[in-house]
């Protein structure tokens, strides 16, 4: 079994939040295509490794395939919280 996400780099993202240098907003993309937030992977941990870990055992939406950076989608929001995802150049809606 290969995974598509290496389980460093989702804890790497985990932990710092924002891509180093430059202080990027990151966020995390799941298998069935959706974007996740930082926070929520935080809080739904245990979900998120044993689908990224097991994915023929579990959940699409909750296994990681990518780290990524929000440049400049405004409307990129969390698919589990429905939050805005944060961006590095976009101008807030708030």
Same mark, same amino acid.
């Given at each position: 079994?290969?995974?598509?996400?290496?389980?460093?780099?989702?804890?790497?993202?985990?932990?710092?939040? =924002?891509?180093?240098?430059?202080? =990027?907003?990151? =966020?995390? @993309?799941?298998?069935?295509?959706?974007?996740?937030?930082?926070?929520?992977?935080?809080?739904?941990?245990?979900? @998120?490794? %044993?689908?990224?870990?097991?994915?023929? =055992? %579990?959940?699409?939406?909750?296994?990681?395939?990518? @780290?990524? @950076?929000?440049?400049?989608?405004?409307?990129?929001?969390?698919? %589990?919280?429905?939050?805005?995802?944060?961006?590095?150049?976009?101008?807030?809606?708030?």
């Amino acid at each position: 079994m290969k995974m598509l996400c290496d389980m460093q780099t989702i804890k790497q993202a985990l932990r710092d939040k =924002y891509a180093w240098p430059g202080g =990027y907003p990151l =966020y995390l @993309v799941t298998a069935d295509g959706e974007a996740l937030s930082i926070d929520a992977a935080r809080d739904c941990w245990r979900q @998120v490794c %044993h689908a990224t870990m097991f994915p023929e =055992y %579990h959940d699409r939406q909750w296994q990681i395939t990518g @780290v990524d @950076v929000n440049w400049e989608d405004p409307n990129l929001y969390c698919a %589990h919280t429905g939050k805005r995802i944060e961006s590095a150049y976009a101008e807030d809606d708030a």
